[in-house]
Nanobody, 125 residues
Framework: QLQLVESGGSLVQPGGSLRLSCAAS????????IGWFRQAPGKEREGVSC????????NYADSVKGRFTISRDNAKNTVYLQMNSLKPEDTAVYYC??????????????????WGKGTLVTVSS
């Protein structure tokens, strides 16, 4: 069974940090570009960050640029999202998704094949 499982979500104070993990089971992430998305209450889901299957290309939404860092460890079949300087507006359910691709530099928020169930991040004092 192909699965993506997110973890690391929690309640954190403004200015704090969290690291989210996205672990794959049943398939190898070597062939997949990975995206992190989030959905806040009452808002549409938005792409936050993505990383190509080679790890050589990344992209960030303007709202998180300079604060979030995406990385991948293919040996552990896991992708991470390091989130620093968190703000209340970062509160959302965070999802990871995988897109199988032949392109080593592809990194976008479309055509995702597998989705995780999400992990909740709450930024509040």
């Amino acid at each position: 069974q192909l699965q993506l499982v997110e973890s690391g979500g929690s309640l954190v104070q403004p200015g704090g940090s969290l690291r989210l993990s996205c672990a794959a089971s049943g398939f190898t992430l070597d062939y997949y570009a990975i995206g992190w998305f989030r959905q806040a209450p009452g808002k549409e889901r938005e792409g936050v960050s993505c990383i190509s299957k080679s790890g050589g290309r990344t992209n960030y939404a303007d709202s998180v640029k300079g604060r979030f860092t995406i990385s991948r460890d293919n040996a552990k079949n896991t992708v991470y999202l390091q989130m620093n300087s968190l703000k209340p507006e970062d509160t959302a359910v965070y999802y990871c998704a995988a897109e199988r691709t032949i392109w080593s530099t592809k990194c976008d928020y479309t055509d995702m094949d597998q989705w995780g169930k999400g992990t909740l991040v709450t930024v509040s004092s």
